[in-house]
């Protein structure tokens, strides 16, 4: 058997790549970043997750399928090991949320949060160790949350940064274009000098670690994936939630329960970011053959 390092940098490989984006040295920058966000995620006790990405754009105004889906089944794997966990997200993305986790299993706690101060608090007094945004728009330097393609979404988009930001819990972060909370961790002027509008929606709230994935539900897959490689005695936990099925499952719940939209072509269908379970499917095929050897000799 390969040492969990290489095993850790071909997942990586497998969920951090430019899919036409325009990231590929924001990926290049923050390689190796999956690996040690796994490590620290694979000592916590407690996690609160942050998602939800709301999506206004003519006739459709619904939060998107990428995000509450890798949450969901992130954190449904994390409870079915042991660990507390609990997902924040504000009233517009509530509903996907909640069909995600119900869909997913497991039953993580989702908290609708209107008072960020309160929501702090409950997380400090649930000993929150870590704390993972994933898909979750975040304040540019005007301090305003933009989508990619420069738009302002501050009336739909609840500042949980500062949730982030708000307690002593290890913070990751996970997105895939630039504008993700986490994405202030790279380097001064990069996200402008590369993504489009990037000047613009850069987020500037940073992180301890930060994976920039093709995809941001990727980005929870990659770390499911390598949690099973650095700790054997969830291998068999994790493996029953990364399956291309239960994916699929959970994104179609989201759209045919929740109004969920597919953040790039804005249609509501069970598609991420305008690709099809075929994709989606396949990498999670792949990340199985790396975290559990299926299919190798």
């Known amino acids: ?33 999956l690996a040690a966000a796994a490590q620290s995620l694979s000592g916590a006790r407690s996690v609160g997750l942050i998602t939800g990405f709301f999506v206004p754009r003519g006739e459709v105004a619904a939060p998107e399928t990428d995000g509450p889906v890798g949450t969901a089944l992130l954190a ?38 209107s008072d960020i101060a309160g929501a702090i608090e409950t997380w400090k007094q649930a000993a929150v160790d870590h704390a993972v945004a994933i898909e979750r728009c975040g304040r540019s330097a005007d301090g305003k949350p933009r989508n990619m393609r420069g738009v302002d979404v501050s009336a739909w988009t609840l500042p949980l940064d500062e949730l982030f930001l708000g307690g002593p819990w290890v913070k990751l972060g996970i997105g895939d274009g630039g504008n993700e909370i986490g994405m202030g961790k790279l380097p001064a002027g990069l996200i402008a000098r590369t993504v489009p509008n990037g000047e613009a929606i850069a987020c500037v709230t940073s992180c301890d670690r930060l994976i920039v994935a093709g995809v941001s539900n990727w980005g929870a897959y990659g770390l499911m994936a390598a949690l099973a490689v650095l700790r054997p005695d969830w291998s068999g936990i994790i493996a029953r939630f990364l399956t291309a099925e239960r994916d699929l499952a959970v994104t179609r719940a989201t759209v045919e329960r929740a109004g969920a939209v597919d953040g790039v072509t804005a249609r509501r269908e069970a598609t991420v970011d305008g690709f099809g379970a075929d994709v989606h499917g396949a990498l999670i095929d792949d990340l199985r053959r790396v975290a559990w050897r299926e299919g190798a000799d």
């Open 1 to 33: 058997m390969s040492p969990p390092r290489s095993d850790l940098a071909a997942i990586e490989a497998l969920v951090c790549r430019d899919v036409g984006r325009q990231t590929s040295e924001l990926i290049a920058s923050t390689r190796g970043e």
């Open 76 to 113: 449904a794997s994390l409870v079915a090991c042991g660990v507390k966990a609990r997902i924040a997200v504000d009233a517009a993305c509530a509903d996907a949320v909640r069909v995600a986790v119900s869909e997913a299993g497991e039953s993580p706690l989702v908290d609708e949060v």
